[in-house]
């Protein structure tokens, strides 16, 4: 609340600050309180440069029809297999489906939160901590480069030998959907190998060294070679959010890393399947 708010209750500086929200049922709701935790009525005295807080009932959002798969649950630790198309965080248009909502509703797991971030079209491996003195020391292994990543795509067949690694400078602007590659010293670094061939298309097994964002799509892609599936590269579709089909043909495949707290060797593999396409046209 404003030092130089003119309100004389805390309920008339909320209708002038939101003038949509039904206070009125808020309040009867008993859901405002204040920094103290203590009940906001129709009585309480506007406070200057305190705070108050309400809970705001997320939009309605379409629900993701897959599943998330639990690898493991212990020490700690929940990892799981993400499917395509749920974020794993609540950000922008997506909080309930989310993989952090879904397993803190799910699994009675309030305190459960990623300690790295995958695409929401990406699938695969997502490790998560569900007590807080966990996360800095597994987040901490992600921010140093200390676990090993590999990743799957299926995408169009590429001329030349491989294996081989793949290096650009990588710019991503806050506030834009799609990242670029431009000239200057490289931040990102992607060793990619051949799995697999079917006609016009590759199982490529990718194995990124570092973590900017959409890497691997801009690798793969400046090779001539983009993710089926993919909406963003080369060029930016719009696509039906209701619409689960085709997705991104990418899969975050395994993590492997020595245990922080215990020096223990861990691995951890995605029991998910790429999809080859049936019909293809490059």
Request: include cysteine; charged fraction near 30%.
């Amino acid at each position: 609340m404003p030092a130089d708010g003119t309100a004389g209750t805390v309920v008339e500086f909320l209708t002038a600050a939101c003038p949509d929200e039904d206070w009125s049922a808020r309040l009867a709701a008993r859901e405002v309180v204040d920094e103290h935790g203590r009940v906001v009525d129709a009585t309480t005295a506007y406070q200057p440069t305190r705070f108050v807080y309400f809970y705001r009932e997320p939009a309605p959002e379409v629900p993701v029809p897959f599943g998330i798969d639990v690898l493991y649950r212990g020490d700690g630790l929940v990892v799981v297999d993400k499917p395509h198309f749920l974020s794993t965080i609540p950000r922008g248009a997506h909080i309930r489906e989310t993989v952090t909502v879904r397993l803190r509703r799910d699994l009675d797991l309030p305190d459960l939160v990623p300690v790295h971030r995958l695409d929401r079209m990406t699938a695969g491996v997502l490790l998560c901590t569900t007590d807080p003195a966990l996360r800095r020391p597994y987040q901490e292994l992600f921010e140093r480069q200390r676990v090993t990543k590999v990743y799957e795509a299926i995408a169009p067949v590429v001329p030349g030998a491989f294996p081989r690694t793949v290096r650009s400078r990588i710019r991503k602007v806050h506030g834009e959907l799609t990242a670029t590659e431009e000239a200057g010293q490289p931040n990102s670094e992607t060793r990619i190998e051949v799995v697999e061939r079917r006609g016009d298309l590759a199982r490529y097994r990718l194995h990124p060294r570092t973590g900017r964002t959409h890497q691997l799509r801009l690798h793969l892609n400046s090779l001539g070679a983009p993710i089926v599936g993919d909406n963003f590269y080369p060029e930016f579709r719009r696509r039906d959010p209701h619409d689960f089909t085709d997705p991104l043909q990418l899969l975050a495949r395994s993590l492997a890393f020595d245990d922080p707290i215990t020096g223990t060797p861990r691995r951890f593999e995605s029991r998910r399947v790429l999809e080859w396409p049936t019909t293809f046209t490059s």
